[in-house]
């Protein structure tokens, strides 16, 4: 058990548009799901930490407009980025959190913004 | 401030050759420590969870032990697929997790 997956895997889109992630617990009911972004050769930035029913929890330096956070439910959570530019180029990384307090990680998604 | 340092950078050994990776911490309110091995692309793969000094776990040619200020991941007869980047993670009791840079594990055969 302890699957979680992310879709879509890669996405390139325009500057200027807006991009879906979803990250889903398969086999588990996660009450907490994080977000984090990881660029090449470097480790894991937490960008925010989402509880069900309730808003984000952004780090700081992490614009809660551009990259809006939604849990819908306790197996689902997106990750929109608003208005993609550029440097938003990255490998976003979502993980669910079990009753355990472990954090299973999805797959990732890279995006390219061009 | 709170912090994770994870050394060697970069590890490089023969097939079978044995060796620690470390993982030091400066943290308050530490819940637990997490490793995971990743492989280029793809996301962190859980390996193991310690909470309490003194505590051991071990997987296949993997053994982890934690101490008061540090953790090492012991790789024992390493084969090439040990091959890849792995990542320890200090969780706060408020969930969040900080983690370290990485030590990147090369094994040739």
């Known amino acids: 058990g302890a699957v979680v997956s992310q879709h879509p895997s890669r996405v390139i889109c325009k500057s200027g548009t807006s991009v879906k992630i979803e990250c889903r617990s398969l086999?588990?009911?996660?009450?907490?799901m994080f977000w984090y972004r990881q660029f090449p050769k470097q480790s894991l930035m937490l960008m925010a930490t989402?509880?069900?029913?309730?808003?984000?929890?952004?780090e700081q330096g992490v614009e809660k407009d551009k990259f809006l956070i939604n849990h819908a439910s306790l197996t689902l959570s997106t990750l929109t980025v608003t208005s993609a530019h550029p440097e938003d180029s990255s490998f976003y990384i979502c993980?669910?959190?079990?009753?355990?307090?472990?954090?299973?990680f999805g797959p990732g998604t890279r995006l390219t913004v061009t | 401030e709170d912090q994770v340092t994870q050394s060697p950078e970069a590890l490089r050994l023969q097939e079978g050759e044995s060796s620690s990776l470390n993982c030091s911490y400066t943290?308050?309110?530490?819940?637990?420590l997490f490793w995971y091995r990743q492989d280029p692309g793809k996301g962190p793969e859980f390996l193991f969870t310690?909470?309490?000094a003194g505590e051991e776990k071990e997987k296949e040619r993997l053994k982890a032990t934690l101490t008061k200020k540090e953790s090492f991941l012991h790789i024992t007869a390493p084969k090439p697929e040990d091959s890849a980047t792995y990542l320890c993670?200090?969780?706060?009791?408020?969930?969040?997790?900080?983690f370290g840079a990485g030590t990147r594990l090369t094994v040739k055969p």
């Open positions: 993980s669910a959190q079990r009753d355990s307090y472990e954090q299973y």
């Open positions: 086999d588990f009911q996660a009450t907490t």
């Open positions: 989402s509880n069900e029913g309730s808003k984000a929890t952004y």
């Open positions: 943290v308050s309110g530490l819940r637990g």
């Open positions: 310690l909470y309490s």
């Open positions: 993670a200090v969780q706060f009791y408020n969930n969040d997790m900080r």
